[in-house]
């Protein structure tokens, strides 16, 4: 069994030596077990190997054309975002595959649960976050400006906010002015 902790360059390249032995015969098992990688490098705090292993995972499922239970891959893309593992332009393909593998409604809903868990659970929203749920709000069919104020209204109070870049401020900048303009709850959350 490989051992990260002591040499994580080594421990890596030998879990890529199974990966290689599952592609032959078992190729539907890769996604767990590169998730399981990406895991025990979390575990030992190594998010650079373990953002390497889930974009291993994601890549088994394009390569393979393996059917997705998309419940449980978002329920890994959730754990590895709160990690720290998964980079703004993962979830940013994440949405756009979404939009292309479901339907417009379950796409919205399952990358805005993503959106919203993974900001009320500390991590910050990305600068394109706005611009990413607008497609799969459109996509949807609904009011976008409405959708959009919605879900800031409910991730304003997350303590994560107030390390959100100013690009997504800018992104979201008149939205939430008119959130301020007629929610006093809104407006109390922005003045402190």
């Not at 030992?44 to 890549?59: D, P, Q, V």
Request: proline residues 4%; glycine residues 8%; hydrophobic residues 40%.
């Amino acid at each position: 069994v490989p051992k990260p902790r002591s040499k994580p360059g080594h421990g890596y390249d030998a879990f890529v030596d199974i990966a290689k032995r599952l592609n032959k015969s078992v190729a539907h098992f890769l996604p767990s077990f590169w998730e399981q990688v990406g895991r025990e490098f979390i575990q030992i705090g190594n998010t650079t190997y373990a953002s390497r292993a889930f974009g291993k995972a994601r890549e088994a499922e394009r390569v393979h054309a393996l059917k997705v239970d998309e419940q449980l891959r978002q329920d890994a893309f959730l754990g590895f975002a709160l990690a720290g593992c998964l980079s703004n332009k993962s979830l940013t393909e994440y949405g756009k595959e979404l939009g292309q593998s479901m339907s417009a409604g379950d796409a919205w809903k399952f990358f805005r649960e993503l959106c919203l868990r993974r900001t009320l659970g500390g991590m910050p929203p990305w600068t394109s976050m706005i611009s990413d749920l607008k497609p799969l709000i459109a996509g949807a069919k609904l009011d976008v400006d409405h959708e959009l104020k919605t879900f800031l209204t409910e991730i304003l109070e997350s303590p994560a906010m107030n390390r959100a870049s100013m690009g997504f401020w800018k992104a979201c900048s008149g939205l939430v002015e008119e959130l301020a303009a007629t929610n006093d709850r809104v407006a109390g959350i922005l003045q402190n």
